[in-house]
T-cell receptor, first 113, second 113 residues
Framework: SAVISQKPSRDICQRGTSLTIQCQVD?????MFWYRQQPGQSLTLIAT?????????ESGFVIDKFPISRPNLTFSTLTVSNMSPEDSSIYLC??????????FGPGTRLTVT | DQQVKQNSPSLSVQEGRISILNCDYT??????FLWYKKYPAEGPTFLIS?????DKNEDGRFTVFLNKSAKHLSLHIVPSQPGDSAVYFC????????????FGKGTKLTVNP
């Protein structure tokens, strides 16, 4: 299994600002994913971060709001831009593993005031 | 439209007894199912999975049952221990398609000593 760390673990931000979340993996992985878990809701996939190419976004999520970088096979960032209180969620990164099992980071708890 | 449903938000059982967590799905293309366990302030941890070619998979105290005709799966924990207290997420994917995980909303299990 992979060891995944995320920074920051939590933050409180003002509306209209942006926050960049970092995800670091202890081994090289092909697939990295970003999820959002809103209060009382399931984990929802935001996008798949591909190394060397643009991220692939799910329906309802756009690059302008959630830009993603994937500079190498062990690191990715997710930025939550122009935040509103509706963006208050837990944001999680995960890495893909055969067969189809994903390993998750500890998450970033974001509160937007 | 929620494709993976966990209709019980919470479940409370006594230590030593059986815990049964249920999950229903609507997408007939799903052919691989996973259960994750999540403690507070941690990311989800992979627990057990099952392919649609099986109807049962067992790993120690954890057994997952799949009823394809009913589009229903369940996770049995026997015997339940206080350390099993966590939120359990059911997830599904189609191996030949997108391979993206679709999660339910989770069931909070409390095992009382």
């Amino acid at each position: 299994s992979a060891v995944i760390s995320q920074k920051p673990s939590r933050d409180i931000c003002q509306r209209g600002t942006s926050l960049t979340i970092q995800c670091q993996v202890d081994s090289q992985v092909t697939m990295m994913f970003w999820y959002r878990q809103q209060p009382g809701q399931s984990l929802t996939l935001i996008a798949t971060a591909n190394q060397g190419s643009e991220a692939t976004y799910e329906s309802g999520f756009v690059i302008d709001k959630f830009p993603i970088s994937r500079p190498n096979l062990t690191f990715s960032t997710l930025t939550v831009s122009n935040m509103s209180p509706e963006d208050s969620s837990i944001y999680l990164c995960s890495v893909g593993h055969i067969p189809l099992e994903q390993y998750f980071g500890p998450g970033t708890r974001l509160t937007v005031t | 439209d929620q494709q993976v449903k966990q209709n019980s938000p919470s479940l409370s059982v006594q230590e030593g007894r059986i815990s049964i967590l249920n999950c229903d799905y609507t997408n007939s293309m799903f052919d691989y199912f996973l259960w994750y366990k999540k403690y507070p302030a941690e990311g989800p941890t992979f627990l057990i999975s099952i392919s649609s070619i099986k109807d049962k998979n067992e790993d120690g105290r954890f057994t997952v049952f799949l009823n394809k005709s009913a589009k229903h799966l369940s996770l049995h924990i026997v015997p339940s221990q206080p350390g099993d207290s966590a939120v359990y997420f059911c997830a599904a994917t189609d191996q030949g398609g997108s391979e993206k995980l679709v999660f339910g909303k989770g069931t909070k299990l409390t095992v009382n000593p």
